[in-house]
């Protein structure tokens, strides 16, 4: 059976706004990392606390994996915002995102008793920004909007043609 | 709620006959809704980044400091030439870096090295066209090592080790009175720097010598003359000069950024048992390797007094006052000689001293907290130095000028005054943000440092370690030891030439009895002496 969504017009408004929004934020963090001359997640990873501190050293300890790190950092977060903002590919790109900033929450997670260097925006406990945003990926996977507003519409046409052909 | 549409997205429904091309044309304008959103993106991001473009430019303009990002590019070493031999005096830690900077590395290290991600870069390290054909050590497995060195067929810049013999001497005399060696590197205790200095001088041998120079005035005035007699090409080891940084220091304070400086303060800050020069146990706590069998030690007291051999005093030798001057001939040279470097202080007019043994209570002369002031009327300026060596509180070097200060390390930073005169209008303007630095120099940004240990960070963290030149960490000590190699092959005077090093002794032997007689000490510029 296909599946069928119904929004609403301020629904699927409030979630292509979203999407878009959340695209541009990731776009631009990806960007500002190309643009920073010799950026790294080095200083990101020197501060690692919790489950992941092992994981971040492993990777600081080794010079080439770093750069691999760095590299899937900038370029994946393009990735995931122009997916996001074109709406293609959404659904993978809504939880790639989601994974990844889950990543970045687990690197620093604002847990009772870790404590960092470099200080925060805002005041968090337990719940960061990044977490809501990592959620809020999940939402916006959940509630697909890019075969209404997107180019989903055409990968969708095309699965459909493929499809009925089979039939 | 109710009179909301229901949008629906039923694929079938989307191929349904009535009103076709209409249709179809929503259809596309909602599959492109993403375009004009990134549209809008582009056009903000290209903004934001001319923007952050115009802005460093014009505090860059308007400083003057268009060019300091230059790509350095470091001229190549006269490696064809003559080879030329080499001699190492003493061979412990600090020869382990002089046979490094000249292209040559122990077996056991190469595997480090791979281990700590270095190899690369030391394996890149410009061919100096020298050999190690001798080596002079009292202590048997030092001077064992040392062979080993000079010989292992892996080499940096790709050279092949030269098939000529490497001898052991068994004192620093019987190397210089060899015609095969051109030229020595003296790393041993401090007490036997200047006889050594003042020997191979006399008999010609090019020098290259580890900070201090000499533990009182009379070798200092020995190893000058005989310096300045022999016509042999000098150079003090005091690396930090080799510095991408300094060379932008250098420029920054020519251009008189900081406005007129009247204060800078230098400082020591580790708490460690290593930092405090207690390296007498390994890693599990068992005496280090030496006796009285495998250590000629009175050639190790040389004419100090007579003690007996204990491990301690031969690996712990920085904390008595009859081998060397405490934190200020081991650590302050090296910050007066940045000091010196840049600004060209001299020789002070007064110092005073002050400071005790505070936490490491063992049997040290050496102070572990201490303060110096050393005066320049003549330049309106003082030079501080605080050391401790109970906390690791990183308070940098800082030049601090009427307008801005300036802080250098592995890294520079300039940061304006908040009460500056020349740069109000900018500060007022927003173009230059007093609240952190407004222009700042990190060329090893991004890049892992290969240090562990406490000792190296501080030293790295000063500029004493690599420099970063395009991209690749570069040994300091083997851009000095290149230098005075350069000089020798082509003439020419090195940055650490006898002069400085004369100025710094004179300096630092000041500090030295300021603390031991508790008096201040002044310079006799006429008869040259310290009085």
Redesign the interface.
Known sequence: M?E???????Q?TTL?VLR?LI??HL??EG?SKV?I????S?EVLQESKWILAGFARYI?A??NL?NVVDFLNTWGLIAIG?GL????FTRLASISGALLLLLYYLNNPPFIGLEYLVPTEGNYLVVSKTLIESVALVVLAVFPTS?????D??I??YK?LRNNRKE | MAQDKEKTIKPEEKNEPAPKTANKRRTLIKALAGIPVLGLFAYKLAAKTRYDLEKKNRVLKELDLQNIEAPVILPSSGAKGKLLRIGIIGFGVRAVAHANGLGYIHPNDVEKRKKNDTLEDWLAQEDLNVAITGICDVFDLHAENGLATARNPVRAGGAKTPDIPVERYRTYQEMLDDKNIDAVMIATPDHHHAPISVAAARVGKHVYCEKSIALNEEELNDAYVAVKNSGIVFQLGHQITQSVIFKQTKDIIKKDILGKITLVETTTNRNSADGAWIRHLDANGNPKPGDEKSIDWPQWLGSTPVVPFTTNRYYNWQKFFAYETGMIGQLFTHEFDAVNQLLRIGIPKAVVSSGGIYYWKDDRDMPDTLHCVFEYPDRDMTLLYSATLANSRSRGRVFMGREAFMEMGSSISITADAESIRYKKQIEAGLIDQSGPMVSFNPTLGKIDAVSSATEKYFAARGLTTTTINGRAIDVTHLHIKEWIDCIRKGGTPSANIERAFEEGIACLMAHRSYLEHRRIEWDPVNKKIV
Request: hydrophobic share 50%.
């Open positions: 296909k069928t969504k119904t929004f609403t017009t301020p699927l292509v878009f695209g541009w776009l631009y960007f643009l001359p010799n950026w790294s080095l600081l080794h010079d770093l122009l903002i074109f709406g293609l075969s209404i507003f997107g180019l519409i055409f969708e046409k459909n």
